[in-house]
């Protein structure tokens, strides 16, 4: 089944998801966000903000570029990091960054607030634990 699945996604030209990689269409997202920020630069990290390098702001376009799991602006109005699983990422942006670009115009998602959490399912885990 996943040889068929495989082909017929290479044959219509699908991206299929995968764990540890941003879609190509987040890369463009990605890239139209941070241009639209004004940012031709970026500074971009491995996870837990290990060897930061700067990077082109275009270069989120290349068909085979990595992608890392940590960017932020060099004036600091805006972080982005893709959850270690790759199951989400969050951007962090100033206030006079959103009202340059909104995220909610390039990503699908959601704003998080002091009550979300992250646990899929488990429910609020804190409580428990502070019952014990």
């Avoid at 089944?1 to 991206?15: A, G, N, P, Y």
């Avoid at 970026?42 to 992608?67: C, K, Y």
């Avoid at 959601?110 to 014990?132: I, P």
């Amino acid at each position: 089944d996943t040889k068929k699945m495989l082909s017929i996604c290479k044959d219509r030209h699908l991206f299929v998801p995968d764990e540890g990689c941003y879609s190509p269409l987040v890369q463009i997202a990605l890239a139209r966000f941070v241009k639209r920020l004004g940012h031709d630069e970026v500074i971009v990290a491995d996870h837990f903000g290990t060897s930061p390098r700067q990077m082109r702001s275009e270069d989120f376009l290349l068909p085979d570029g990595f992608v890392p799991p940590e960017i932020y602006a060099l004036d600091q109005s805006a972080y982005l990091s893709i959850y270690t699983d790759y199951h989400y990422f969050l951007v962090c942006q100033s206030k006079r960054s959103i009202s340059v670009a909104n995220p909610m115009d390039y990503f699908e998602g959601f704003f998080a607030d002091e009550n979300t959490n992250d646990l899929w399912g488990v429910g609020d885990l804190g409580d428990s634990l502070n019952d014990h």
